[in-house]
Each structure stands twice: as structure tokens, then as C-alpha cells.
């Protein structure tokens, strides 16, 4: 019985996400879709992470169907660009043993899909998103071993997986680092974890094609925010944007 259980939960998720582009959202929806991913585009692009933590509470809230697997992608395809564009400034090591971790990370955080029931992974979800704005919140010092990189590994793809909030733990460990470290490093990991997410919902059945292809509706939000980014970055501070961005995930979490 549980094993059907949870073939429909792979069916019921890869539906929902299906309705993204066949059913379509009202001009309402899509606006406010809009928004959310050129806020959090513009500081990802800014400051190195932003993008899952802001707007995946959020859509949550206002487009459901769009996580994790959809904002997983356009997560993809923007810290692809970063680690290209900060591909010297990363910390390619650190990377590879932050990897090792986040292989059991992943097949955990898709035992935890099947599991849990809906209303248990959704407060598993707010959950993670509040650690997450706590992890990158309290400033505390982490020493950057090969342990510590793998236990980011493993925790950073739990919360990728399960709710597609995957950069707090690596943007801890290297918090106080020049920017284009802190950039490179994150978004090199960023782009590995968030592969390794939607290959493990692909092969498990809770993410297909057309749930995928749903990450069209947020391409308008992606290329405003790198707009905005190239204009904003040398005008805003980055401690502005970073308490901003805290803020209203925190909220939208804890909502």
C-alpha cells in the first residue's frame, strides 16, 4: 500500500507540474511570477546566491506548481551562467568534496518526498527555508574543512531537492570571502546540486518534460533581473540586498 502511495504522489506531483503549461496562469499570477524571480535573479546575480531562497517560499505561495521542479531549472541555467562568468575565483576543491556529500543528501531528500505526507514535507519545506535565512543570518564562523564542505554538501542538497532552496549552507561556510569567491563557489556547487536534484526527480517520476518546459513562464523574470543586476550592483550595497532578501524569505517561509 505504501508503495502506491507513493507511485501516486509521483504521479499527482508530475501532474500538477504538467497544469503549469497546460492549464496557464491568469495575468494576475504571471505578473506576480515575474516579479518574484527578477527580485531574486537580480540578487543572485549580485551578491552569488538569492534566487531559490527568495522565490521559492514565495511561489510556493502564489504558484505552487512551480517547485521545486520548474525553479530548480531556471536555478540551473543562471548559476551555469555564474560559474562561468566567476569559473577563476572558485574554489574548485571545495567543490568536489561538497559533491561527495550531496549524494546521499539527494537520495535522502527524495525518501523524504515519498514519505512525508503533503502537509508534513510542506512544513518540512517552511522549515528548511527559516534554517536556511537563520544559517546565512547568524554570521557564525565555520572552519572550511573537507568534512564541513561534505556536511554542506549533503544539507544543501536535502533542501535543493526537497524544496529547491539550496545555497544558504555553502554561502555560510564562505561568508566574509571576496565577492567573486563567494560567486563562484556557491553557484559551482549550486549548478552540480541543482543537476543532481532534477536528474533524482526525473528517474523517481516526480518531475518529467513537460514539468520541466513550465520554467518558460519564469524566463521574462530571469532576464529582467540580470538587467536590473547590471545596473544595480554598482549602486546598491550588497549588505542591503542580502538583509532584503533575508527578510522576505523569512517571511514567506514563516507564512
Known amino acids: ?69 520548474p525553479v530548480l531549472v531556471a536555478n540551473l541555467a543562471l548559476t551555469a551562467v555564474l560559474s562561468r562568468v566567476n569559473w577563476r575565483d572558485a574554489n574548485k576543491t571545495a567543490v568536489l568534496w561538497a559533491a561527495v556529500g550531496s549524494v546521499p543528501g ?23 527555508v527559516v534554517a536556511g535565512v537563520g544559517m546565512v543570518a ?20 536535502i533542501m535543493g531537492t526537497t524544496t529547491a532552496v539550496n545555497g544558504p549552507p555553502m554561502a555560510l561556510l564562505y561568508r566574509g570571502e571576496r565577492g567573486g569567491v563567494v560567486r563562484g563557489t556557491v553557484s559551482l556547487f549550486g549548478c552540480w546540486t541543482t543537476a543532481l536534484s532534477l536528474a533524482a526527480l526525473e528517474s523517481t517520476g516526480y518531475l518529467d518534460l513537460d514539468g520541466i518546459a513550465a520554467v518558460v513562464v519564469m524566463a521574462p523574470g530571469i532576464i529582467l533581473g540580470i538587467a536590473v543586476a547590471a545596473v544595480a550592483a554598482s549602486r546598491v550595497s ?18
Open 138 to 157: 547568524s554570521g557564525l564562523p565555520f572552519a572550511r574543512t573537507s568534512r564541513a564542505h561534505m556536511a554542506v554538501g549533503f544539507l544543501a542538497s
Open 1 to 69: 500500500h505504501r508503495s502506491g502511495a507513493r507511485s501516486v504522489t509521483r504521479r499527482s506531483t508530475a501532474s500538477r507540474q504538467r497544469g503549469v503549461t497546460a492549464e496557464g496562469l491568469n495575468l494576475t499570477t504571471l505578473l506576480a511570477v515575474t516579479t518574484i524571480v527578477a527580485a531574486g535573479t537580480c540578487v543572485q546575480a549580485t551578491i552569488g546566491f538569492g534566487l531559490n531562497l527568495l522565490a521559492a517560499p514565495l511561489l510556493l505561495l502564489v504558484a505552487p506548481r512551480l517547485v521545486p521542479g
Open 106 to 128: 539527494t537520495a535522502l531528500g527524495i525518501w523524504m518526498l515519498g514519505a512525508l505526507v503533503p502537509h508534513l514535507l510542506t512544513l518540512a519545506s517552511a522549515l528548511f
Open 238 to 255: 550588497h549588505r542591503l540586498l542580502s538583509t532584503l532578501t533575508l527578510t522576505v524569505s523569512l517571511g514567506a517561509g514563516i507564512a
